[in-house]
Protein backbone atom coordinates (compact mmCIF):
# COMPACT_ATOMS: atom_id res chain seq x y z
CA UNK A 1 0.00 0.00 0.00
CA UNK A 2 1.26 3.36 -0.57
CA UNK A 3 3.04 4.82 2.34
CA UNK A 4 1.17 8.15 1.70
CA UNK A 5 -1.68 6.62 1.72
CA UNK A 6 -1.31 4.94 5.26
CA UNK A 7 -0.23 8.02 6.74
CA UNK A 8 -3.48 9.99 5.56
CA UNK A 9 -5.64 6.64 7.28
CA UNK A 10 -3.53 7.15 10.67
CA UNK A 11 -3.67 10.98 10.84
CA UNK A 12 -7.83 10.76 10.36
CA UNK A 13 -8.00 7.54 12.80
CA UNK A 14 -6.35 10.49 15.69
CA UNK A 15 -8.39 13.09 14.76
CA UNK A 16 -11.54 10.68 15.35
CA UNK A 17 -10.03 10.12 18.82
CA UNK A 18 -9.15 13.40 19.37
CA UNK A 19 -12.87 14.69 18.66
CA UNK A 20 -14.48 12.00 20.45
CA UNK A 21 -12.50 12.73 23.92
CA UNK A 22 -13.37 16.45 23.50
CA UNK A 23 -16.88 15.79 23.15
CA UNK A 24 -16.93 13.32 26.18
CA UNK A 25 -14.98 15.77 27.88
CA UNK A 26 -17.71 18.71 27.24
CA UNK A 27 -20.56 16.39 28.50
CA UNK A 28 -19.06 15.39 31.50
CA UNK A 29 -18.54 19.27 32.22
CA UNK A 30 -22.35 20.51 31.23
CA UNK A 31 -23.69 17.55 33.85
CA UNK A 32 -21.15 19.22 36.53
CA UNK A 33 -22.72 22.68 35.95
CA UNK A 34 -26.36 21.77 35.76
CA UNK A 35 -27.22 18.96 38.63
CA UNK A 36 -30.40 16.96 38.82
CA UNK A 37 -32.41 18.62 42.00
CA UNK A 38 -33.96 16.42 44.27
CA UNK A 39 -37.29 17.18 45.83
CA UNK A 40 -37.25 17.71 49.40
CA UNK A 41 -39.61 15.12 51.06
CA UNK A 42 -41.00 14.60 54.94
CA UNK A 43 -42.20 12.04 57.04
CA UNK A 44 -46.12 11.04 57.85
CA UNK A 45 -47.85 8.27 59.26
CA UNK A 46 -49.30 5.86 57.11
CA UNK A 47 -50.84 2.48 58.39
CA UNK A 48 -48.35 -0.44 58.49
CA UNK A 49 -51.50 -3.18 58.56
CA UNK A 50 -55.10 -2.94 57.76
CA UNK A 51 -57.04 -1.47 60.54
CA UNK A 52 -60.31 -2.00 61.75
CA UNK A 53 -62.96 0.53 62.54
CA UNK A 54 -62.24 1.29 66.35
CA UNK A 55 -58.87 -0.19 65.95
CA UNK A 56 -56.48 1.61 68.72
CA UNK A 57 -52.79 2.41 67.08
CA UNK A 58 -49.88 1.51 68.38
CA UNK A 59 -46.65 1.43 67.16
CA UNK A 60 -46.63 -2.25 65.32
CA UNK A 61 -49.64 -1.05 63.13
CA UNK A 62 -48.63 2.60 62.27
CA UNK A 63 -45.27 3.65 60.41
CA UNK A 64 -43.18 6.26 58.74
CA UNK A 65 -42.83 6.84 55.10
CA UNK A 66 -41.53 9.13 53.15
CA UNK A 67 -43.72 11.99 51.74
CA UNK A 68 -43.10 14.66 48.62
CA UNK A 69 -43.01 18.02 50.51
CA UNK A 70 -45.24 19.75 47.71
CA UNK A 71 -47.95 17.06 48.37
CA UNK A 72 -47.88 17.71 52.27
CA UNK A 73 -51.81 18.52 52.45
CA UNK A 74 -53.99 19.38 55.94
CA UNK A 75 -54.25 16.82 58.58
CA UNK A 76 -51.20 14.75 57.86
CA UNK A 77 -49.42 13.57 60.47
CA UNK A 78 -46.14 14.71 60.13
CA UNK A 79 -42.64 13.67 61.83
CA UNK A 80 -41.40 16.46 64.54
CA UNK A 81 -37.71 15.75 65.79
CA UNK A 82 -37.40 12.79 67.75
CA UNK A 83 -40.98 12.25 68.53
CA UNK A 84 -42.42 8.59 69.29
CA UNK A 85 -44.45 7.88 66.30
CA UNK A 86 -46.95 6.85 68.76
CA UNK A 87 -46.90 10.72 70.21
CA UNK A 88 -47.68 11.84 66.83
CA UNK A 89 -50.47 9.37 66.28
CA UNK A 90 -52.58 7.97 69.17
CA UNK A 91 -56.02 7.03 69.50
CA UNK A 92 -58.78 4.97 67.78
CA UNK A 93 -59.66 5.17 63.93
CA UNK A 94 -62.88 6.08 63.00
CA UNK A 95 -63.07 4.22 59.50
CA UNK A 96 -61.30 1.04 58.14
CA UNK A 97 -57.80 2.45 57.04
CA UNK A 98 -55.66 0.40 54.19
CA UNK A 99 -52.07 -0.75 54.45
CA UNK A 100 -49.77 2.55 53.27
CA UNK A 101 -52.61 4.55 53.44
CA UNK A 102 -52.04 8.20 55.80
CA UNK A 103 -53.14 8.27 58.70
CA UNK A 104 -54.48 11.86 58.89
CA UNK A 105 -56.45 13.70 62.05
CA UNK A 106 -59.56 13.84 60.63
CA UNK A 107 -59.37 9.49 60.34
CA UNK A 108 -59.00 10.02 64.28
CA UNK A 109 -61.71 9.92 66.97
CA UNK A 110 -61.81 13.07 68.91
CA UNK A 111 -61.04 12.48 72.66
CA UNK A 112 -63.69 14.91 73.63
CA UNK A 113 -66.40 13.39 71.60
CA UNK A 114 -67.71 10.23 72.25
CA UNK A 115 -67.59 7.54 70.19
CA UNK A 116 -70.74 5.71 69.90
CA UNK A 117 -72.23 9.42 69.31
CA UNK A 118 -69.93 10.34 66.53
CA UNK A 119 -71.02 7.00 64.56
CA UNK A 120 -75.03 7.42 64.69
CA UNK A 121 -76.96 8.35 61.70
CA UNK A 122 -78.35 12.02 61.42
CA UNK A 123 -82.48 11.38 63.51
CA UNK A 124 -81.10 8.18 64.92
CA UNK A 125 -81.00 6.79 68.89
CA UNK A 126 -78.73 4.29 70.21
CA UNK A 127 -81.16 2.64 73.68
CA UNK A 128 -79.61 -0.41 75.11
CA UNK A 129 -81.60 -3.50 75.86
CA UNK A 130 -80.76 -6.73 77.72
CA UNK A 131 -80.62 -10.51 76.20
CA UNK A 132 -78.68 -13.53 77.47
CA UNK A 133 -77.01 -15.51 74.64
CA UNK A 134 -79.62 -17.87 74.05
CA UNK A 135 -81.87 -14.96 72.84
CA UNK A 136 -78.85 -13.25 70.26
CA UNK A 137 -78.45 -16.31 67.84
CA UNK A 138 -75.80 -17.85 70.83
CA UNK A 139 -74.27 -15.32 71.13
CA UNK A 140 -73.07 -14.95 67.46
CA UNK A 141 -74.82 -11.14 67.44
CA UNK A 142 -71.88 -8.64 67.22
CA UNK A 143 -71.29 -4.98 66.47
CA UNK A 144 -72.20 -4.08 62.87
CA UNK A 145 -74.89 -7.13 62.87
CA UNK A 146 -78.42 -6.28 62.24
CA UNK A 147 -80.76 -7.95 63.74
CA UNK A 148 -84.98 -8.39 63.74
CA UNK A 149 -86.47 -7.77 67.68
CA UNK A 150 -88.80 -10.65 68.41
CA UNK A 151 -90.88 -9.87 72.18
CA UNK A 152 -92.06 -12.64 74.04
CA UNK A 153 -94.76 -11.71 76.39
CA UNK A 154 -97.64 -12.73 78.28
CA UNK A 155 -100.88 -11.60 76.47
CA UNK A 156 -103.85 -10.11 78.95
CA UNK A 157 -107.40 -10.65 77.61
CA UNK A 158 -111.30 -11.27 79.42
CA UNK A 159 -112.69 -14.54 78.20
CA UNK A 160 -115.87 -13.57 76.64
CA UNK A 161 -119.39 -14.37 78.31
CA UNK A 162 -120.54 -15.70 75.70
CA UNK A 163 -119.28 -18.84 76.29
CA UNK A 164 -122.03 -21.26 78.00
CA UNK A 165 -120.41 -22.06 81.17
CA UNK A 166 -118.44 -21.25 83.97
CA UNK A 167 -116.23 -24.74 83.25
CA UNK A 168 -115.87 -23.82 79.80
CA UNK A 169 -114.63 -20.42 80.00
CA UNK A 170 -112.34 -22.08 82.70
CA UNK A 171 -110.48 -24.27 80.35
CA UNK A 172 -109.81 -21.63 77.29
CA UNK A 173 -108.84 -19.10 80.04
CA UNK A 174 -106.27 -21.64 81.17
CA UNK A 175 -104.83 -23.15 77.87
CA UNK A 176 -105.52 -20.88 75.11
CA UNK A 177 -102.84 -17.78 74.89
CA UNK A 178 -100.61 -18.03 77.45
CA UNK A 179 -97.75 -17.08 75.55
CA UNK A 180 -97.03 -15.03 72.46
CA UNK A 181 -94.15 -13.69 70.22
CA UNK A 182 -94.52 -11.36 68.08
CA UNK A 183 -91.37 -9.38 65.36
CA UNK A 184 -91.60 -5.63 66.92
CA UNK A 185 -88.85 -4.69 64.89
CA UNK A 186 -86.64 -5.35 61.79
CA UNK A 187 -83.37 -4.58 60.56
CA UNK A 188 -81.74 -3.55 63.45
CA UNK A 189 -78.35 -2.24 63.10
CA UNK A 190 -76.16 -3.54 66.32
CA UNK A 191 -73.62 -0.67 67.74
CA UNK A 192 -72.25 -2.46 70.73
CA UNK A 193 -72.29 -5.69 72.64
CA UNK A 194 -71.47 -4.91 76.56
CA UNK A 195 -70.14 -1.53 75.36
CA UNK A 196 -67.69 -3.10 73.11
CA UNK A 197 -68.08 -1.39 69.73
CA UNK A 198 -65.87 -3.89 67.27
CA UNK A 199 -66.55 -6.93 66.44
CA UNK A 200 -63.94 -9.58 67.79
CA UNK A 201 -63.51 -12.31 64.87
CA UNK A 202 -61.07 -14.65 67.09
CA UNK A 203 -63.50 -15.49 69.56
CA UNK A 204 -67.37 -15.31 70.21
CA UNK A 205 -68.37 -13.74 73.56
CA UNK A 206 -71.23 -13.96 74.64
CA UNK A 207 -73.02 -10.76 75.72
CA UNK A 208 -75.73 -9.41 78.22
CA UNK A 209 -76.28 -5.73 76.93
CA UNK A 210 -76.74 -4.81 73.37
CA UNK A 211 -76.86 -1.71 72.50
CA UNK A 212 -79.05 -0.96 69.08
CA UNK A 213 -79.23 1.75 66.35
CA UNK A 214 -83.01 2.80 66.05
CA UNK A 215 -85.43 6.06 65.36
CA UNK A 216 -86.78 8.16 68.17
CA UNK A 217 -89.99 6.21 67.73
CA UNK A 218 -87.97 2.62 67.99
CA UNK A 219 -86.46 3.97 70.84
CA UNK A 220 -89.98 4.27 72.43
CA UNK A 221 -91.33 0.81 71.48
CA UNK A 222 -87.59 -0.95 72.98
CA UNK A 223 -88.19 0.85 76.25
CA UNK A 224 -91.66 -0.16 76.64
CA UNK A 225 -91.15 -3.66 75.40
CA UNK A 226 -88.71 -4.76 78.03
CA UNK A 227 -91.28 -4.02 80.79
CA UNK A 228 -93.65 -6.17 78.83
CA UNK A 229 -91.50 -9.46 78.07
CA UNK A 230 -88.49 -10.79 77.15
CA UNK A 231 -86.59 -9.66 73.70
CA UNK A 232 -85.07 -12.27 71.45
CA UNK A 233 -82.37 -10.98 68.71
CA UNK A 234 -82.47 -13.13 65.34
CA UNK A 235 -79.85 -12.32 63.38
CA UNK A 236 -80.09 -11.72 59.78
CA UNK A 237 -77.67 -13.06 56.80
CA UNK A 238 -75.12 -10.67 55.35
CA UNK A 239 -76.50 -8.29 52.83
CA UNK A 240 -80.19 -9.01 53.95
CA UNK A 241 -82.03 -5.74 54.45
CA UNK A 242 -85.61 -6.45 53.21
CA UNK A 243 -87.87 -5.50 55.85
CA UNK A 244 -91.93 -6.88 55.14
CA UNK A 245 -94.34 -4.29 54.81
CA UNK A 246 -97.18 -6.21 56.33
CA UNK A 247 -96.82 -7.16 59.92
CA UNK A 248 -95.62 -10.82 60.54
CA UNK A 249 -98.44 -12.60 62.17
CA UNK A 250 -97.59 -13.06 66.19
CA UNK A 251 -97.16 -16.71 67.20
CA UNK A 252 -98.49 -18.17 70.34
CA UNK A 253 -97.91 -21.75 72.28
CA UNK A 254 -101.95 -22.48 71.75
CA UNK A 255 -101.27 -22.39 67.87
CA UNK A 256 -98.09 -24.10 68.38
CA UNK A 257 -100.38 -27.24 68.97
CA UNK A 258 -103.62 -28.83 68.98
CA UNK A 259 -104.73 -28.19 72.15
CA UNK A 260 -107.29 -25.96 71.56
CA UNK A 261 -108.91 -27.68 69.17
CA UNK A 262 -108.65 -30.82 71.09
CA UNK A 263 -110.35 -28.88 73.93
CA UNK A 264 -113.23 -27.46 71.99
CA UNK A 265 -114.14 -30.80 70.37
CA UNK A 266 -114.31 -32.11 74.43
CA UNK A 267 -116.76 -28.48 75.26
CA UNK A 268 -118.78 -29.16 72.41
CA UNK A 269 -119.24 -33.17 73.12
CA UNK A 270 -120.71 -32.40 76.27
CA UNK A 271 -123.01 -29.63 74.99
CA UNK A 272 -124.00 -31.51 71.96
CA UNK A 273 -122.72 -28.60 69.45
CA UNK A 274 -124.77 -26.61 67.23
CA UNK A 275 -125.18 -23.18 65.60
CA UNK A 276 -123.00 -20.17 66.89
CA UNK A 277 -121.01 -22.49 69.42
CA UNK A 278 -118.39 -23.21 66.82
CA UNK A 279 -117.47 -19.68 66.86
CA UNK A 280 -114.83 -18.48 69.59
CA UNK A 281 -114.32 -14.76 70.22
CA UNK A 282 -110.98 -13.58 72.04
CA UNK A 283 -110.87 -10.24 72.95
CA UNK A 284 -108.03 -8.20 73.80
CA UNK A 285 -108.01 -4.04 73.89
CA UNK A 286 -109.47 -3.05 70.67
CA UNK A 287 -108.96 -6.33 68.55
CA UNK A 288 -111.07 -8.95 68.38
CA UNK A 289 -109.92 -12.84 67.04
CA UNK A 290 -112.37 -14.98 66.24
CA UNK A 291 -111.70 -18.97 66.03
CA UNK A 292 -114.10 -21.22 64.23
CA UNK A 293 -113.78 -24.74 65.81
CA UNK A 294 -114.81 -28.15 64.39
CA UNK A 295 -117.10 -29.49 66.50
Known amino acids: MNRNVLIVMAGGFLVAVLVAMVVQATLKTDKKKQPVKEEARVQIVVAAKPLKLGE ?91 VDIVLTYRPRFTVPSNLADEESRAIVQKNLWRRASETIMQNVKVLA ?32 AGSVGSLELVLRGLGDDKVTDSKIPAASDARMTNLFNEIMRDIEGQRGGSGDES ?9 VNQINVEP
Open 193 to 224: VDQAVVRNEEKVKAGKVYTMEVDPVGAQVLAM
Open 56 to 146: TLTADNVKWQDWPKSGVFEGLLLKQGDKKITDIASGKVKRAVAVGEPVTKSVLIDKKVNYLSATLKPGMRAVAITANAASAAGGFVAPGDY
Open 279 to 287: IVRLYNGNY
